[in-house]
């Protein structure tokens, strides 16, 4: 087969899932947030299903493994549930059945010839340290979690050689604090500033603690990984722009700025300060931020953000939100992925190369994650019992193609995994949307790889397509 877009030939091809959403709740020492948001509210998720079983991935991993395995996938990341592997959050004493089982898990990985790479936080803070501390908004918080990552390092650093901070904080800060997609569902714009700060901080004392231990002399290596949301303007005016630029430092300079360059953006902080909600920050606190900066970048890309000028006037009435400086653009002629109500849009995933080439130092980096969640796939299921999801494939066709032009002009990305391997529980819209290279059936959980799972072996075995 001729290869037009080939790739290098240590190039990570991979898929992307967490604890969370595939292990279920299984022996679990404590309850996450999300956790707690079910029990207490149900009827908030998709079909009342919530994280209990999930994927089964506790009692089914060295199943699925083999199906990555079959894939052809030579990467995976998932993550460790601080609720899962630490019994007491102030002493940092771990749960023997999370340290087995995490210990089964990476040696079963490792064993099928697939590099582990281990995130420490998705979404998932012990519901305890809210209810207790306020969560994020606590430093207190930020302390206890550079303790449980230094457990992580502590006792699996000897073979995992590739771990995360946070996935996607900036979705904690604006689920959480802006805009009431994720429990607490608050609204509240000094809050959320400070939460966003206070993550930065604990990102940069769980990589002071990865530093203090062993595991950079075996070879280990850590970075974060970010949801970018590239801003356009609706047009060259300079009010446009503007916009664009407030957005642009907001959701997305405001977590890549502090990893890469240990600074914040000065742009958004001087707006900040100037709006009376910049976070509480002291200098011995900064210095750990300038001085613990990431080895390389996650980055998960799924849609742009387009921004034009505010036309109407800010609604005060619910505080400070970034809205107060631009408002949604919404394309002409946009392409949509009308399941998510996400514009597709592939070039943006150069955009991104170019703009860590050039303004990030051109730091290591790879798309850790990428993908099309489309809702009621069972109706693509053919007489052979398999899912013919041709929509996905030419979903990543397109962006791996803008993703290798990037890399032939230098940009420093050594991999790409998609968002998901097995169709994974996805916070209050559950199993709704499906994104897996593999299918789960949720009354059977019988797992089939779909088509866009034999395309990606013969990609992966090619080094391209």
């Known amino acids: 087969m001729s290869v037009e877009h080939e790739f290098p030939k240590d190039f990570w091809w991979g898929a992307a899932t967490s604890g969370p959403q595939s292990e279920g709740r299984f022996h679990k020492a404590h309850r996450s947030v999300f956790d707690y948001w079910f029990d207490t509210e149900p009827q908030a998720f998709f079909d009342g299903v919530g994280p209990n079983v999930a994927s089964n991935f506790y009692n089914d991993y060295r199943h699925d493994i083999a199906l990555m395995k079959k894939v052809g996938l030579n990467s995976v990341r998932t993550s460790i549930q601080w609720t899962r592997l630490i019994k007491d959050f102030e002493t940092g004493e771990t749960d023997p059945d999370g340290v087995r089982f995490y210990n089964d898990v990476i040696d079963e990985f490792l064993q099928q010839g697939i590099r582990p790479i281990l995130n420490l936080h998705h979404f998932d803070l012990p519901i305890e340290l809210y209810e207790r501390y306020g969560g994020w908004t606590s430093k207190h918080v930020v302390d206890l979690f550079a303790l449980f990552a230094k457990r992580c390092f502590e006792l699996f650093g000897d073979r ?204 290591p980096w790879y798309i850790s994650e990428n993908g099309m969640g489309v809702e009621g796939e069972e109706k693509y299921r053919n007489k052979d019992g398999f899912i013919e999801d041709d929509y996905r494939i030419d979903f990543i066709k397109e962006h791996l193609g803008w993703l290798h032009k990037a890399m032939q002009e230098g940009s420093n990305c050594f991999g790409y995994h998609l968002w998901t391997p097995i169709d994974c529980w996805s916070w209050s819209n559950a199993y709704k949307n499906r994104y897996g290279l593999i299918a789960l059936d949720l009354v059977t959980q019988q797992k089939t790889i779909k088509k866009s799972g034999y395309w990606m072996h013969d990609v992966i075995a090619n080094h391209g397509f």
């Not at 901080?201 to 974060?224: H, M, N, V, W, Y």
């Not at 399941?339 to 303004?359: H, L, Q, T």
């Open 160 to 363: 995992v050689k590739d771990w995360v901070t946070f996935n996607e904080p900036m979705v904690v800060v604006e689920g959480e604090y802006l805009y009431e997609f994720h429990y607490p569902k608050l609204v509240d714009g000094k809050k959320a500033c400070q939460v966003l700060y206070n993550l930065n901080l604990a990102s940069a004392k769980a990589i002071q603690a990865f530093r203090e231990t062993d595991c950079p002399k075996l070879g280990g290596r850590i970075g974060i990984v970010l949801n970018l949301t590239p801003a356009y303007p609706r047009s060259d005016s300079p009010e446009d722009i503007a916009a664009a630029k407030f957005a642009e430092d907001y959701k997305n300079n405001s977590f890549l700025d502090p990893a890469v360059h240990g600074t914040f953006t000065k742009s958004l902080v001087d707006q900040l300060e100037k709006d009376g909600v910049l976070w509480t920050s002291t200098p011995e606190e900064l210095k750990i931020i300038k001085n613990n900066t990431v080895d390389f970048l996650g980055i998960n890309y799924y849609q742009p953000f387009r921004a034009k000028k505010r036309e109407t006037p800010f609604d005060e009435s619910r505080g400070w939100l970034p809205e107060k400086h631009f408002e949604n653009y919404e394309m002409p002629g946009r392409r949509m992925n009308p399941y998510r109500g996400w514009e597709i849009y592939p070039k943006a995933i150069y955009d991104i190369a170019i703009n860590v080439r050039d303004k990030l130092g051109n730091i």
